[in-house]
């Protein structure tokens, strides 16, 4: 099939994520054309007053050099990267699946006879102690994040997360707010905290109905479902709160559904743009700077951002943040992503003309 790249109407638009019209939006103010894939809708194109054309992959912008893109995207080795300049990060153990080590060993068996297999997992666990997180090395909107609170969740959770993913992370869950600080050219454009999926009980309705409602508004809003009713996740947060599909919550009371506070599976954000300490920008800006990154979505567990970093730890980095779900949460985050999208324009073709990467901090 032939690569179709066309302006795009409103139809394209409509199927394609909130982040192609930002793109739309802010591209031609600065003299540039924007085109997209005309089946898809997940590759761009934008063009220069001069005809030079630079691709757009998904939520890229290609702004970041590609040895910073891809260490962020292994969680291992960006917690032990910042670990090792001084950042605090959450400890962890890799566990190799299987079949990836299989592979390996066709290709280094010194290599492979060295990789942490699933035996690793209940030893970690217990080292970390209970309860603990157990998510993929890779891999971004909270997919695969599974909580595990006891040996025996252990044991049947490891086959099915590594049947997913070949590589997985296991983490003690540490405690705090999830604070997502957005860091683009050396200094922090928007910052807000994360708060999981939740119902709010009338005292009359059973938890499933509620549990379907939210699951439906999030289906509608964002283009399909992210979570699935009988997600064994749903049912495994409300079993630690003692409740079932079938319990009835007081009225007024709220309920979380999930253990992660991703947007992308339903979570909320309160937003604290210019409310964030000194030093909690400094911290964010500093860890971007670390791993060379000129954009990047900082993920930081802490008491609150707002007063200070004590206790805080730095979660994980995301090199090609999104900001579809900040843009559509509340009137008046539209524009404000337009304005985030159109600075990376900016940087993006001073970083083509100048031929050199704006380093950041």
């Not at 200094?187 to 905290?193: F, G, I, K, S, W």
């Not at 009137?331 to 992503?337: D, L, M, Q, T, V």
């Amino acid at each position: 099939m032939t690569l179709r790249l066309v302006p795009p109407d409103e139809a394209l638009l409509g199927r394609s994520a909130p982040f192609s019209r930002l793109l739309a939006e802010a591209a031609p103010p600065l003299g540039l054309r924007f085109e997209m894939d005309g089946d898809y809708g997940f590759i761009a194109r934008l063009t220069g007053a001069d005809g030079e054309s630079t691709p757009v992959f998904g939520k890229s912008l290609g702004l970041n050099p590609d040895a910073a893109a891809h260490l962020a995207a292994d969680k291992d080795y960006t917690a032990r990267w910042l670990a090792a300049a001084g950042f605090p990060t959450p400890p962890g153990q890799l566990i190799f699946g299987p079949a990836y080590r299989d592979a390996m060993a066709l290709k280094n068996a010194g290599v492979a006879s060295r990789l942490p297999g699933p035996e690793a997992a209940a030893p970690a666990a217990a080292r970390f102690g209970y309860p603990v997180i157990l998510k993929p090395n890779s891999g971004s909107e909270g997919r695969g994040i599974r909580l595990v609170s006891n040996p025996a969740q252990l044991a049947q959770d490891l086959p099915a997360a590594l049947a997913d993913d070949d590589i997985l992370r296991l983490e003690p869950q540490l405690a705090g707010r999830d604070h997502r600080v957005l860091v683009l050219g050396g200094r922090v454009v928007l910052a807000y905290e994360r708060r999981p999926l939740s119902v709010r009980g009338d005292g009359e309705t059973p938890l499933r109905l509620l549990i379907d409602r939210a699951l439906s508004r999030l289906a509608a809003e964002h283009r399909g479902a992210k979570i699935l009713p009988d997600d064994p996740r749903l049912i495994r947060c409300l079993d630690a709160s003692g409740l079932t599909p079938d319990s009835i919550l007081p009225a007024g009371r709220s309920q979380p559904l999930l253990d992660n506070a991703n947007l992308s599976t339903g979570g909320v954000l309160r937003d604290l743009t210019g409310r964030l300490s000194a030093p909690a920008e400094a911290l964010a800006i500093r860890v971007a700077a670390s791993l060379g990154l000129a954009v990047a979505g900082i993920d930081i567990l802490a008491p609150d951002l707002r007063r200070g970093i004590v206790g805080a730890t730095v979660l994980e980095v995301n090199s090609s943040p999104g900001l579809d779900y900040f843009a559509t949460a509340a009137p008046g985050n539209w524009s404000r992503a337009r304005a985030i999208v159109t600075d990376m324009l900016r940087l993006r073709f001073r970083q083509r003309e100048s031929g050199a990467w704006s380093r950041p901090g």
